[in-house]
């Protein structure tokens, strides 16, 4: 192996600590808690090391928002893949997401309301946040009914979720009401 191939990995490794670091940090005092000062301080490097690898907080807040997509993605296909009938898939679906937002309430937090500088929705758009779009729309798209678009479909479903999700973490709706409002809302949008 190389130098050169070394100081790669030690980079990457590096950039995995902050990452893991800033999501540990997040999710124990929440995104206010995570500076950079903070950060270099836990992963016992110095302010410009961590600079030399995100410019700021708010790349840190895309990083954690990109690794979020991937895994919310895996989470979406693991729960459907189980499912037999359209319908049960929609429904796992739907469970998974509400799953891993109340699990993971500064992941998601950085996946969909702080600015990490990410582009969603346009050519631009990484990869994992184009995957877990995907992920929705492997199993929405095939219950949008017909004559409806199976993107605009997903994009109206994943809105939904996402109101469930902010409004149940904001107790604006009760957790133990989560069950029937899935019901409610595959029985009603998706054509099975």
């Known amino acids: 192996m190389s130098v050169q191939e070394r100081k790669e990995r030690e980079r990457a490794a590096r950039e995995r600590l902050i990452v893991a670091t800033a999501r540990e940090l997040a999710e124990q005092q929440g995104w206010d808690a995570v500076t950079t000062r903070l950060l270099a301080e836990r992963i016992e490097y110095s302010q410009p090391v961590l600079y030399s690898h995100f410019r700021g907080k708010r790349e840190i807040i895309g990083a954690v928002a990109l690794e979020g997509a991937a895994e919310m993605a895996a989470a979406?296909?693991?729960?459907?893949?189980?499912?037999?009938?359209?319908?049960?898939?929609v429904a796992a679906l739907a469970r998974a997401y509400l799953d891993f937002a109340e699990r993971n309430p500064a992941v998601y937090d950085a996946m969909f309301q702080l600015d990490g500088g990410l582009a969603f929705a346009d050519e631009d758009t990484p990869a994992p946040l184009k995957d877990a779009f995907a992920a929705l729309l492997e199993s929405l798209g095939e219950v949008a009914g017909d004559g409806v678009h199976p993107g605009l479909f997903t994009e109206v479903f994943w809105a939904a979720l996402h109101g469930l999700a902010t409004l149940t973490r904001a107790g604006r709706l009760p957790p133990q009401d989560t069950e029937p409002r899935v019901e409610l809302l595959v029985d009603r949008l998706a054509m099975v």
């Open 76 to 89: 979406v296909r693991a729960a459907v893949s189980g499912a037999n009938s359209p319908r049960e898939r």
